[in-house]
């Protein structure tokens, strides 16, 4: 998805956990509290203890459907990649028998997210549209498992 930018920079590498902390909020969260503009610089208390610098701003996602409307987002950094799913350094997975079902799963994040868990050793059942996109994102994940040695 090509998000726009409205306002101020996207997360960057230096965007770390040695770094300030850092958070994107889209439109409709800055207008809701900033009608006037000006998120860019203000603070989040997600932890009470440690508040997070808006870095920017970017435009509305309808994450739930074309037909829906956009809820406010809130997106922070990611200090690690694999295999082009971000998971958080600190998040201890132990997901080896769990069962899980991905909705969306065929593409886009959906199919990342049923990547990286079935790459964590999860039963992954998947969800999407049609038999074929199903049957197509499951040998993809399969194919990739087998690199994986599971």
Do not use: C
């Given at each position: 998805?090509?998000?726009?930018l409205i306002a101020?920079?996207?997360?960057?590498?230096?965007?770390?956990?040695?770094?300030?902390?850092?958070?994107?909020?889209?439109?409709?969260?800055?207008?809701?509290?900033?009608?006037?503009?000006?998120?860019?610089?203000?603070?989040?208390?997600?932890?009470?203890?440690?508040?997070?610098?808006?870095?920017?701003?970017?435009?509305?996602?309808?994450?739930?459907?074309?037909?829906?409307?956009?809820?406010?987002?809130?997106?922070?950094?990611?200090?690690?990649?694999?295999d082009g799913f971000?998971?958080?350094?600190?998040?201890?997975?132990?997901?080896?028998?769990?069962?899980?079902?991905?909705?969306?799963?065929?593409?886009?994040?959906?199919?990342?997210?049923?990547?990286?868990?079935?790459?964590?050793?999860?039963?992954?059942?998947?969800?999407?549209?049609?038999?074929?996109?199903?049957?197509?994102?499951?040998?993809?994940?399969?194919?990739?498992?087998?690199?994986?040695?599971?």
């Amino acid at each position: 998805m090509e998000v726009p930018l409205i306002a101020g920079p996207f997360f960057s590498d230096h965007d770390s956990k040695e770094s300030e902390a850092v958070a994107i909020i889209d439109q409709k969260f800055a207008q809701r509290f900033w009608p006037n503009g000006g998120a860019v610089g203000k603070h989040l208390w997600i932890d009470p203890k440690k508040p997070m610098v808006i870095a920017g701003v970017v435009g509305n996602v309808k994450q739930y459907g074309l037909d829906s409307d956009a809820k406010i987002a809130v997106y922070f950094p990611n200090t690690h990649e694999r295999d082009g799913f971000l998971v958080e350094e600190t998040v201890d997975l132990k997901l080896t028998d769990k069962v899980v079902l991905v909705t969306g799963s065929t593409a886009g994040i959906g199919f990342a997210i049923a990547r990286s868990l079935a790459s964590e050793g999860a039963h992954v059942y998947l969800n999407g549209r049609t038999q074929e996109r199903v049957n197509a994102a499951m040998a993809a994940i399969r194919s990739r498992a087998a690199a994986w040695g599971r």
